[in-house]
C-alpha cells in the first residue's frame, strides 16, 4: 500500500530464526525508549509521517512513546495492550498527553484486554476508537486469527485516514 514499515524486537528478546536476536537486557519499564529509537530510524530515512502499531506490551509502549513531547507520531494502533505490565505503565497522565488519532483493538474473549481497551479509550482525546472482535486470540494472534480480515481492515482504514502514503 505504500507504507514504509520497520518490524524490531525489542532489547533483550530472542524469538530466533531469521528474526534473529536484539542485543542487550530486557528492561520492560523502558520499551517504549525502543519505539522511539525506532521512529528515530524511520525519521533518519526520511519519513515524516508516523503510525506506531503495537501489540500486547508493544501497543502500551507505543502509547508512551507517543505521549513524549517532540515525538509528532500521527496514529497509534495497539492490539490487545494492556494499561500497565511490569512496570510500563500508560497511566491517564501519560494517556492525556497522546495526541496522536488512536484504535484500540482487543478480542472480547481475552477479558483483560477488552477492559484495557475500555480504559484506554475512556482516558485519551480524540480522535480515537475503540474495536472490540469476536475472538479470543491476543496480540499479534489478532492478525491471523478468526477475525483477522476484520482486523487488518479497521487498521488500513485508520491508517488511511491519519496517516496517508507520501508520494
Known sequence: RG?????????????GGEAGCSEGEKDIPKIWQDVEGAV????????????????SMGGTASLVAASREGQDIDAVVTLSA??????????????AEVEAAKLFIAGHEDVDAARAVDALYAQTL??????????????TDILTGNQAGIAGTEIIRWLERYVSVEQ
Request: charge should be neutral; aromatic fraction near 8%; include cysteine.
Open 82 to 95: 494492556p494499561t500497565g505490565f511490569e512496570g510500563l505503565e500508560a497511566s491517564a497522565e501519560v494517556l
Open 3 to 15: 507504507y514504509r514499515v520497520l518490524t524490531f524486537n525489542f532489547r533483550g528478546y530472542c524469538p
Open 40 to 55: 528515530e530510524a524511520l525519521r533518519g530515512e526520511g519519513a515524516t509521517r508516523i503510525a506506531l502499531v503495537g501489540a
Open 126 to 139: 480524540q480522535p480515537k476508537r475503540p474495536v472490540i472482535l469476536t475472538t479470543g486470540d491476543h496480540g
